[in-house]
């Protein structure tokens, strides 16, 4: 075999190694959106759901910094938030797991989304870049949210409201229940209804006797 045909052979076989390493650590990550950006943060490579999402905010990217691609985003009026943690991350040449970032426009709405990340080194220890991915975890997030707001309404409501579980035992009670009952935070977790009204009622007897 020539020089020539051996060099050929040699890159052909390296760039092959590299698609299925590639594969491979994608493959581990397991996610929506895929890339790969080289040692000054600049996308080589993304993956074709990525390209559609890009493509649709109207931002170039490949042989473009991720700063870059947030600077246009952010131009044209779309708001991004924590994305510090991940610009730190990529910074320090660190590994990261499931930052979460977000990404809001009047043309997509708001994503939100988890993003992973494993830095590249070569042979011989050098750094090469770092292959990402990121999860769409925007119905999560909403989901999060609304259990939140619904938890504020529960905690400020001036009924006294309990939630039992399949077998009737308490599991939540909010502050109007508590005071009703006399009790203090949590006290009522654990117990039954019946076994609550009479331990109540008993309670009650008591505090009558004493005060005749």
Partial sequence: MSD????????????LLARIE?????????ADFYWELDSDNRFVWVSDSFATFLDSIG???LGHSIIEVMDRFTDKGGQLEGWDELLQSLENIEGHSDICVSAE????GRIDSAISGTPIFDKQGQYC????????????????QDLLTKSIVFERMNDGVSIVSHD?????????????????????IGMTRKTLQREFQISTAKSDELRD
């Fill in 4 to 15: 020539h045909l051996r060099a050929d052979w040699e890159q052909t076989q390296a760039e």
């Fill in 22 to 30: 590639r594969l491979e650590a994608l493959n581990e990550l397991a």
């Fill in 59 to 61: 931002t170039l990217y």
């Fill in 105 to 108: 426009s009047e043309e997509m």
């Fill in 129 to 144: 870049g770092i292959r990402g991915a990121a999860t769409d975890i925007s119905k999560r997030v909403k989901a999060e």
């Fill in 168 to 188: 009737g035992v308490i599991i939540d009670t909010n502050p109007a229940y508590e005071e009703i009952f006399g009790l203090q935070p949590g006290q009522a």
